[in-house]
């Protein structure tokens, strides 16, 4: 895919590919080490930063002095490990986990909160974690690591009850940081957060004029989807007279378990935070036909609706294709729909997008 963009970019009129590490050195000026070894100077009007993220590495005793795994590194791994540890329990370590479950791995996934999925509810976040349990994975709540050791076997990790646990290979899930650090912006007029991403507004202006920053970098959602988009509304406000905003777009994403966990919208704590009128609705998975037909019937379904408005405000599907029912429910945000179109609506059968009869009609019951 990546080699794809990359030749069709290639050899573009007006459009000169530099391979190699720029940093600022003015605030429209960039000297770039390349690949090759040389270096070049390159000064622009317009200057895009897109630097992405990387896998960060929280201060544990001893990380530094052991092998461990990211999110990256993991891909190139030549087996499958007799053991896998995982230091946190976020959408990567959870995705990464039951693969390499799945692969004959043993697991154990380490994480320092109350839930896996901080960023979900409660409830969904439980069933993620029944769902793991019965793939044979080891999940540690309120576990955080105080430390690592190499050992003959492979690497001890201690929790913070002085628990030890052993495991062939080590991997660290635990969030990433922007690509900051190296690009100079102590020449710039530019400003960042404390975790070092450049801030924006909502048309991805930075403080510099004509300094605009997209994508993980920024800060915000690290989704490819919300990255592209970025690109999109740069082009559109910049090339097309647009007037495109990055504020309140609805924020989809699925995390790639089996079954998938699709999500979009507010959850409902999010929900109750803001002051809405909320309306909850949860249903298994075993009151979908095409679950039961297929005979994938674990996780469940839940929506988030306004109660005033009748709006749909999020959703969360945990089973078979989740993220494509979370799908269809987005199409209904975007249009401003009632939930009640989808509850009356006439879907195939038996299709997963006919369980949204069921589903909201728990509404009204």
Do not use: C, W
């Amino acid at each position: 895919f990546r080699k794809g963009n990359l030749d069709r970019i290639k050899g573009k009129p007006g459009l000169d590919l530099i391979r190699g590490e720029a940093s600022f050195t003015a605030p429209y000026a960039l000297e770039v080490s390349k690949d090759d070894g040389e270096s070049q100077t390159v000064e622009g009007e317009k200057i895009f930063i897109d630097t992405g993220a990387r896998p960060s590495a929280p201060p544990i005793k001893g990380l530094e002095e052991v092998e461990y795994l990211d999110s990256t590194s993991i891909m190139e791994l030549g087996k499958v490990p007799d053991k896998l540890l995982i230091i946190g329990g976020g959408y990567i370590g959870v995705e990464f986990g039951q693969a390499f479950r799945r692969f004959g791995a043993e697991v154990t996934i380490f994480q320092r909160s109350s839930q896996l999925l901080t960023h979900e509810d409660e409830d969904v976040a439980e069933e993620v974690r029944e769902i793991l349990k019965e793939d044979g994975i080891s999940v540690e709540l309120d576990k955080e690591v105080q430390g690592v050791e190499k050992v003959p076997e492979g690497v001890s990790v201690f929790t913070d009850g002085s628990a030890e646990e052993v495991g062939s290979h080590l991997m660290v899930a635990a969030g990433r940081v922007p690509n900051t650090d190296s690009l100079g912006l102590e020449h710039t007029n530019l400003e960042t957060t404390e975790r070092g991403h450049i801030k924006v507004n909502d048309r991805l202006e930075t403080d510099q004029e004509n300094v605009y920053a997209l994508g993980d970098v920024k800060g915000g959602p690290a989704f490819t989807h919300i990255s592209y988009d970025d690109f999109r509304v740069l082009r559109d406000n910049l090339f097309e007279d647009g007037d495109r905003s990055i504020k309140d777009r609805e924020v989809p994403y699925t995390v790639f378990i089996d079954p998938q966990l699709g999500r979009v919208g507010l959850t409902e704590e999010e929900a109750r935070e803001k002051g809405y009128e909320v309306q909850v609705v949860t249903m298994p998975m075993d009151r979908v036909a095409r679950a039961l037909e297929v005979d994938e019937t674990r996780g469940m379904m839940k929506v988030v609706v306004d109660g005033q408005t009748e709006r749909i405000l999020g959703a969360a599907i945990l089973g078979i294709e989740g993220g494509e029912i979370a799908s269809a429910i987005q199409i209904a945000m975007m249009g401003d729909l009632s939930y009640k179109k989808l509850e009356e609506g006439v879907f195939a059968h038996p299709t997963l997008a006919e369980s949204l009869n069921n589903l909201f009609s728990l509404l009204e019951s």
